[in-house]
């Protein structure tokens, strides 16, 4: 099997053949009917379907059948330790079936799909649609299929789509792959589950940048259900992908899950022929060994970008902290389009946070909890702050999904873990660090995110109203 090299998009002419095949191919695959597995329907499916939210339904359409639809059809993997390996999987035969198509309609034999690198800071356009994203029209004059018109609400226009709080790496400074089982570190790939479609604790790589360059692109990447209608979905994939083997190769302390139920969980799918493929995660892990490789994975954080590895305070799975909740709100906490303050009173820990405070060793990590997010609407992410102090980003993709009671849903909504220790060391050393009364403040994020960019934003959005069960400290 040769080699494909994912390429970076925006280091791709307008253009090139990579971005020119992939257009072609799109218009190839949205021609084909759903119920045809390699169709561009099909594909966005497996992530999710909703025949109700289903921008595209005619009339007509003949849906797979329903063993079909049950097998192959909303199985996305997310708030989850599989969300990484199930997209692995899910990018290698979606990129397999346009590559298929590409070479049908003539095209080169290597196609391979390229990423999108938002978190670049030596580009200044990295946050903006890349230009085949938005132009009309192919150099030829034919329409151009990787253009979303009606429904990709920003960045249509060349806008900036997102703050650099959106593309933030941060994520890559998490020394465990797998979030601790309650109220500490989200790890950099999500928490030990079953098959989990949507709900429940959210990754440190999935919340930021995935989850809140979902919100920042909007329109049908806003949803699971429609999220891969969008030909961009897939380049924003790529490059989470990209940052798993990012996140590997920038320590030697950054290991995969060892555990026989991460590597021995199967998914299934269909391949570019059709056939029915069961890929197990312990097959994913090695990216050469299915035929890819990235053709950059060297670590963005350069030493003396200021933002150093957890792991270099020589911190194991085994020595890890059990944390321990310190404080809560008495009650849920609604969020609305005004910025709201939540009050938690902290006490002293009783367990091995307090300890360590005492020995004064390595400062403890210091977690805000927010639990059972529920609800929809705009914005598509609230800004945290500690103290008046910035502390991370809040993304909505996946609450409405999470809120939803259906049978893969479980309807307790998302659960997120920022990890605010550096706000609050920062708030120490400026002496305005009073536990006795932390304040956590969810500002709305929309308004900011991208001036310019918002004019075709329909007024009409519904309110937003998303609730929040409870904040919790936790010191680990
Ligand atoms: Cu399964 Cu980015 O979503």
């Known amino acids: 099997m040769a080699t494909r090299t994912r390429r970076d998009v925006w280091k791709l002419a307008e253009w090139d053949d990579t971005l020119l095949w992939y257009s072609r191919a799109v218009r190839e695959m949205w021609d084909r009917p759903i119920a045809d597995s390699t169709s561009w329907r099909y594909q966005a499916a497996i992530h999710e379907y909703v025949r109700e939210g289903d921008p595209l339904a005619t009339a007509s359409d003949k849906l797979p059948k329903t063993a079909e639809q049950k097998r192959y059809w909303n199985q996305c993997q997310h708030n989850s330790w599989y969300f990484l390996p199930w997209h692995r999987w899910y990018l290698l035969y979606f990129e397999a079936i346009v590559a298929a198509t590409v070479v049908e309609l003539g095209g080169p034999a290597d196609w391979s799909l390229p990423y999108w690198n938002y978190s670049d800071d030596s580009n200044p356009d990295a946050r903006r649609l890349p230009p085949a994203f938005r132009a009309q029209t192919l150099p030829d004059g034919t329409p151009n299929a990787l253009r979303v018109n009606i429904v ?44 989990n479609h949507s709900g429940g604790a959210v990754g440190f ?188 980003l809040l993304p909505m993709f996946g609450v409405a999904e999470a809120t939803a009671q259906t049978d893969k849903h479980p309807g307790g909504g998302l659960h997120y873990r920022l ?40 007024a009409a959005e519904p309110e937003p109203s998303f609730q929040v069960g409870r904040v919790s400290v936790y010191f680990a």
């Open 419 to 458: 990890d605010v220790t550096d706000a609050v060391q920062r708030l120490q050393s400026e002496g305005n660090w009073n536990p006795a009364d932390m304040q956590v403040t969810f500002v709305p994020a929309e308004e900011e995110a991208a001036e310019g960019a918002l004019e075709s934003l329909e």
């Open 205 to 392: 790589l999935e919340a930021v940048p995935h989850g809140s360059m979902h919100g920042a692109v909007g329109g049908w990447m806003g949803r699971f259900g429609t999220a891969g209608l969008d030909p961009l979905f897939w380049l924003h994939h790529c490059n989470i992908d990209r940052l798993w083997e990012v996140w590997l190769k920038r320590d030697p302390q950054h290991v995969n899950p060892t555990d026989a139920d991460w590597l021995g969980m199967r998914f299934d799918f269909r391949d570019a022929k059709g056939k029915a493929v069961k890929r197990k995660v312990g097959d994913s892990v090695d990216t050469a060994a299915i035929g890819y490789e990235y053709e950059d994975v060297l670590d963005p954080l350069a030493p003396g970008g200021g933002l150093e590895s957890l792991s270099s305070v020589e911190m194991t799975m085994a020595d890890r902290p059990i944390p321990e909740m310190v404080g809560a709100t008495e009650g849920p906490v609604a969020l609305t389009g005004k910025p709201t303050t939540a009050h938690v009173e902290v006490s002293a820990p009783s367990g091995p946070a307090l300890e360590s405070l005492e020995a004064d060793e390595a400062p403890p990590r210091v977690y805000v909890n927010v639990e059972n997010v529920t609800g929809e609407g705009d914005p598509r992410a609230y800004k945290v702050f500690v103290n008046g102090e910035y502390a991370g």
């Open 152 to 195: 990709r609400a920003r960045g249509n226009n060349g806008a900036i789509v997102a703050g650099p709080e959106y593309s933030d790496l941060t994520c890559l400074t998490e020394p465990s792959y797998e979030a601790d089982p309650v109220g500490g570190s989200p790890g950099f790939g999500g928490p030990k589950t079953v098959f």
